[in-house]
C-alpha cells in the first residue's frame, strides 16, 4: 500500500511539471536596426588603412581642380624649361613619343595636325614631353627632333627621362593631354578627342571632338569647362621599369692581408682499400705453415746431380 501511494505521487509530480510553461529564452540576437547601427560605428571606428600602393599613386596623378605640380624640363637643345614661368598663360602638356603609332596618326592626319600650332598663336603654351627612359621607344634626342621635324612642329620638346614629372601627373599614354589654366590648375586632362584610332575617322558617337580645343575654347569664354576628364588612349608611357633585382650580381671582396692562403677544397678520388681506414695499422702477412704430416721429398731437377 505504502508502495502505490509513493508511486502516485511521483507520477502527479511529474504530470505537474509538464504542464507548467517553460520560461522564453533570452534573445541573443538584436533587432535589424540595432545590429545595422552596431555594424555601421564598428566600422567608423576602424581604423583607416594609410598603406598605399606607389604604382596606384603613379597612376592616379594630378586630379582635375588641383595645382599643376611644378617642373623643370631640358628641351633638345639643352635649354631648361620652367613651368611656373609661364604663370598666367593657358598652358597644354602632350606626352609625346615620335615612334609611338598613336602620335604619328594625330600629327600626320589626327586632331593634333597642325592645331599646336594654331594654339600657339593665340596665346596658348604648348609643351610636348617625353617620358621615354634609356633603351625605350622613343627615347634619345635625336630621335625627338627627327620626329619633331617630320611633324613640323615648333613647340618645345622636353626630355623626362627619369620618369618623375610623368608620375607625378600620371601620364599613362602617348599621346595624353593636360590643360593649365591662368591659376596654374589643371582643368582637363585625357584624351585628345573622341577618336581611339588617333586618326579621327572613327570618333565615338559619329561626330569628331577635340577635348583639347573645347577645354581651351570654355577657359576663353570664362566658363567651366564641359568635360573635365576624359580616358586616354594610345602607347603607353615608356617608364623606366620600378621591379627591384632581387639577384644583384656578388660584390668582389677586398684582399685581406697578407698570409697563407687557405686550402682549396677540391674533391678527391675515392680511396682504396687500404686508405679507407688511415689511422688502422695494415695488418701483417700471415706466415707461410709449414704442412704437417711427412714431407714429401722433391724430386732433384734433370740438372742436379743425382738425376738418373
Known sequence: MTFSRSWLLGAVLVVASGCRTADPPASTTGTPATTAT????????????????????????VAVGAPAPDFTLADLDGKSVHLADHKGKRVVLEWFNPECPYVKNAHSKGSLREYAGKATKD????????????????????????GKDDFKLAHPVLLDTDGKVGHAYGATNTPHMFVIDEKGVVVYR??????????????????????????????????????????????????ASMLIRLAAPRAT?????????????RRRARPGRAERSPRA????????????????????????????
Open 253 to 265: 671582396p677586398a684582399p685581406g692581408p697578407a698570409g697563407p692562403r687557405p686550402p682549396t677544397r
Open 123 to 146: 596665346g596658348v603654351v604648348w609643351l610636348a614631353i617625353n617620358s621615354a627612359a634609356a633603351g625605350k621607344q622613343g627615347f634619345g634626342p635625336e630621335v625627338n627632333r627627327k
Open 38 to 61: 552596431t555594424t555601421a560605428a564598428a566600422k567608423a571606428d576602424k581604423p583607416a588603412d594609410k598603406t598605399a600602393d606607389p604604382h596606384a599613386a603613379h597612376a592616379a596623378g
Open 190 to 239: 585625357g584624351a585628345i578627342d573622341n577618336s581611339p584610332d588617333g586618326e579621327g575617322k572613327e570618333p565615338t558617337g559619329g561626330t569628331l571632338v577635340n577635348y583639347v580645343e573645347a577645354a581651351l575654347a570654355d577657359l576663353a569664354a570664362g566658363r567651366p569647362v564641359k568635360t573635365p576628364e576624359t580616358r586616354a588612349y594610345g602607347c603607353g608611357v615608356k617608364f
Open 281 to 308: 695499422p695494415a695488418r701483417p702477412p700471415a706466415p707461410r705453415r709449414r704442412p704437417r704430416g711427412r714431407r714429401r721429398r722433391s724430386r732433384p731437377s734433370p740438372r742436379e746431380p743425382g738425376w738418373p
